[in-house]
């Protein structure tokens, strides 16, 4: 019985593995389905080419790849903050690509100075606060929230999250470790509540009153007040006197054992251009990485902003680092 | 006697002589070592790492965040194995021995959280209770703005989630081994003027001690593999750490490391308690047939449906509710034909995972039988602990082998055949079927191996000495004796394994999504009101076949 149940799985497998018929690439991806399938599809319509992908978070697909080492079949690796991407490229599961097209279309500190890995859209990672308790003019800065005028007004997201560690990380690149862990406790001891578990949770604890204000990626907000227009909730632009607003990117990068290396390099420069890029910014309510390209009429609705001009790329170098200061601090 | 001590039949020692039995290689001993090897390798995989230490990240975690984590992973796994064991034993006391209105509709129905994955109880209940929730809005507009609920956000809010999750493990087991249980040793024990209080203590939970065990310790695995729960809540235990070491410290060592350490935990806890009740034995006591139910009146007659009707409700018809109520806010907009597709491939591999991992894992059980001694019950727990390894690490330790052997296969096709070939395993529902054995091995054991301590030696000898052979023994004797474990387990693995996630993420075929790989997207983007609908799905299709396996099961 047990050969004859091995033998139908085999026939099972055969029969649901996909026929080759025309150009295909083959994508690990870590954006969630149904940000990436409508830019995936749009891709197919315009060019005829198929698109293979699978979902995973990126630890696993990062993983997954190294085991497959040379018998990969994925072409392209997609990931959400660059530290993961940084992270993929150290570990020599990207290979660099030389394509003017790239270069043009995303910023230099949007992409990796090696030319590994290339940032689609743009997170940026800013203040949220109660319209009903707080004034605009009473907020400054990220480092500003550790001082005790805000003791038990703070609200924030788990440290476990990638955005906080890459805003950390930011934060040690612009300060050092000494000041950012000052800056960090400072938060820890302000907080009103013990740190959430997402930024919406987060978002609607300042809405409700249970703190003031809070730190959170834009298109949360953006999703939050879709649903619910009336809650007392906006967003502030911080450090605009100083380094500008924190902001992360999702991107790609060509993986090393490609077997479709130039189809992947022409999927990534479609990614990046204006085409695509409001497709793919939009459906998340992010930012494109392409400066010709205007943010969606809803994110523009939020105003304009400086950004941190560092290279994303000191995230992921720098991501380590500021987990272990995170935990010193007593953020959890 | 209910249970009494047999001698312990002694192992032939020596590791050749393992195999051997009366001289003659012993197929038995055979295919319990190569399970243990295959389900060994993933385990293996991970626990090597400990050849490469990574001290840095292992200083860190131990100076900063290890003493807390163990701290909160001993508490949350005693507390909710504790709580989960009582609710689950009290329920199915309860729905097995006794009778009162409305006995019948809660004995399947408490079984129901069982679908319902454990973080989306965990969620609701942060929804409901927590400080933005409608039960606290509500009380703060009613009482004032000072008025504050407990924090559910807290180590007591997790326990809640993963107790209201996981009882029916108990539960399931309990009540099977209660309905099967021989009414005459309760009988025996009136007799000798036990009142019924003492009856069940002394005589039906003493019984029923292996089921409520397997229940127990199947609970206290998933609760120190858990991740997503202890994620809503933010409360950290070991197996945060493990995820801090690989995600965002970016060391699989340590993380595995730790991994390993968590490993071998659970084996010298199971051994343990497999070592203490090794000289059991543990027989039915008269026909279980044509039983009579405790008739309950008083207090008792009315405190009974309301206490199932209460838990049924925590645990079930209120996270059930907001989730409905979440899907049909997205339904216009999500549902479409491809939820057909993602329904059809989560039954078809809960059904053959089911079929598979019961069918190994009642050869797995037969070999122990077959071969009493200290070395097969320890390779025997070996074998189950895949289910106690935080389902992202197992997923790796089973994937580096799996792309190994194609690596070594695609070279072998290359070399002797000029060709190029494409991997064999990766990407396929061997490969994925495989991953699942190796995670739910002991979710089917542990119903099974407690059934078969039932069939007595004694009953084997009569049946033989009336002349049934191996194979007829099996199948007149042992298998309607078995049914009752064998639904269960079948229950379980399925159940289990619709609601899995990484390793069906990692390990699935290009365009094999289901319920469980949908429910994922929507929630690791925070976005609960559209994961409610695959959730509900999910929900949906792991009842129909519950309740009537239940119903099948039912006298």
Redesign the interface.
């Known amino acids: ?2 050969s004859r ?2 033998s139908s ?2 026939l ?2 055969a029969a ?3 026929l080759a018929h025309g150009e295909e690439v ?1 994508v690990y991806s870590a954006r ?4 990436i399938k409508p830019v995936f599809d749009a891709y197919t319509r315009a060019t005829g080419v198929t698109i ?9 697909l990062m ?2 790849l190294k ?5 990969t ?1 994925a072409d392209l690796l997609l990931t959400v903050d660059a530290g993961n991407l940084w ?1 993929a490229a150290e570990e020599g599961l990207l290979a660099p690509v030389n394509s003017p097209i790239l270069q043009s279309n995303v910023p230099a500190s949007l992409r990796d100075p090696g030319n590994r890995w290339f940032g689609l859209s743009v997170r940026a990672r800013t203040i949220v606060y109660n319209t009903d308790r707080v004034r605009a003019s009473d907020l400054s800065t990220y480092e500003d929230l550790a001082d005790p005028k805000w003791k038990g007004r703070l609200c924030l997201r ?1 440290s ?1 999250k ?1 955005y906080n ?1 890459s805003l950390v990380a930011m934060l040690i690149a612009e300060h050092g470790e000494a000041k950012t862990e000052r800056i960090v406790r400072g938060w820890v001891a302000n907080l009103a ?9 987060m978002m ?2 300042v ?4 703190c003031d204000v809070g730190i959170g990626n834009t298109y ?1 907000y953006g ?1 939050l007040m879709e649903k619910k227009p009336n809650l007392p909730l906006a967003l502030f632009w911080p450090n605009q006197q100083g380094s500008g607003v924190h902001v992360n990117i999702s991107g790609a990068g060509v993986t090393r054992y490609a077997k479709n290396r130039a189809g992947a390099i022409r999927l990534l420069e479609w990614l990046s251009s204006p085409d695509a890029q409001n497709l793919f910014a939009d459906v998340n309510l992010e930012y494109p990485v392409n400066p010709q390209v205007k943010p969606a009429p809803a994110v523009a609705a939020w105003g304009e902003f400086k950004r941190n001009p560092i290279n994303v790329a000191k995230a992921g170098e720098l ?2 680092a500021a ?2 200061l995170m ?2 601090a007593g953020y ?1 | 006697m209910s249970a009494h001590a047999l001698p312990e039949r002694k192992a032939p020692s020596g590791a050749f002589a393992f195999f051997r039995k009366r001289g003659r290689l012993s197929a038995w001993r055979l295919f319990t070592f190569t399970l243990c090897v295959l389900v060994a390798i993933p385990l293996l995989v991970v626990a090597s790492s400990l050849l490469h230490p990574d001290r840095e990240t292992w200083r860190h975690l131990a100076d900063n965040v290890l003493p807390e984590l163990i701290r909160h992973t001993l508490l949350l796994t005693l507390g909710v194995s504790v709580a989960a064991g009582i609710l689950g034993t009290g329920l199915a006391w309860l729905t097995a021995v006794c009778d009162f209105p409305g006995r019948r509709f809660f004995s399947w129905s408490l079984m129901l959280p069982l679908a319902l994955p454990a973080y989306v109880t965990g969620f609701v209940l942060v929804g409901l209770l927590d400080f933005t929730g409608p039960i606290a809005t509500l009380l703060r507009q009613w009482f004032g703005p000072q008025v504050r609920l407990p924090p559910i956000r807290s180590g007591g809010g997790a326990a809640l989630a993963l107790t209201l999750a996981l009882y029916p493990y108990v539960y399931l087991l309990a009540r099977h081994a209660f309905l099967s249980q021989g009414k005459r040793a309760l009988e025996v024990g009136q007799s000798l003027g036990l009142s019924r209080r003492q009856g069940f203590l002394r005589i039906a939970l003493p019984l029923a001690r292996p089921w409520i065990a397997g229940g127990v310790a199947l609970v206290a695995m998933e609760t120190l593999a858990d991740f997503g729960t202890v994620a809503v809540f933010n409360y950290d235990t070991f197996t945060t750490g493990i995820y801090k070491a690989w995600y965002s410290l970016f060391s699989l060592p340590a993380a595995a490391q730790l991994a390993s350490l968590l490993i071998l935990f659970v084996f010298v806890v199971l051994f343990l308690e497999q070592r203490l009740r090794a000289g059991m034995r543990y027989t039915p006591t008269g026909r279980s047939a044509g039983r009579e139910r405790l008739v309950l009146t008083g207090f008792g007659r009315l405190a009974a449906p309301l206490f199932c009707g209460a838990v049924l409700t925590v645990a079930f018809i209120v996270p059930v509710g907001q989730l409905l109520w979440w899907a049909l806010g997205v339904a216009a907009q999500d549902l479409d034909l491809r939820y057909w597709a993602y329904l059809g491939r989560s039954l078809l591999l809960a059904g053959m995972a089911a079929t598979l991992i019961t069918a190994t894992a009642l050869l797995l059980a037969y070999a122990r039988r077959q071969q009493r001694g200290a070395l097969t019950d320890a390779m025997v727990r070996f074998a189950t602990l895949g289910y106690a390894v935080p389902g992202a690490v197992l997923a790796i330790g089973i994937y580096l082998p799996i792309a190994w052997f194609d690596r070594l296969y695609i070279g072998l096709m290359g070399e002797l055949f000029g060709r190029e070939a494409g991997p064999l395993l990766a990407g396929t529902l061997l490969a994925m079927l495989s991953a699942y054995l190796v995670r739910f091995l002991a979710v089917a054991h542990e119903p099974l191996a407690a059934a078969l301590q039932r069939i007595t030696p004694s009953m084997d000898e009569a049946a033989r000495s009336l002349g049934l052979c191996s194979r007829q023994l099996i199948q007149r004797v042992h298998l309607p004796l078995l049914k009752g474990g064998v639904v269960t387990a079948m229950i379980l693995v399925f159940v289990d394994v619709m609601k899995e996630m990484p390793i069906t993420l990692m390990t699935r075929p290009f365009g094999w999504d289901t319920l469980a790989t949908r429910i994922f997207e929507m929630t690791s983007e925070g976005e609960w009101e559209r994961a409610a609908l695959p959730a509900v799905a999910l929900l949906v299709a792991g009842l129909f076949p519950v309740i009537l396996l239940t119903r099948q099961t039912e006298r």
């Open positions: 019985m047990f149940l091995l799985l085999i099972l497998a649901v593995s996909p083959v969630n389905e149904q940000l293979r992908f699978i979902t995973d978070k990126e630890g696993p993983q997954r085991a497959e080492g040379p018998n079949p992270q788990t476990k990638v560690q509540t013990d740190p959430f578990a997402d930024d919406t949770k609607e604890a809405a409700a009153g249970q949360y999703r991501q380590a987990v272990k935990d010193r959890k």
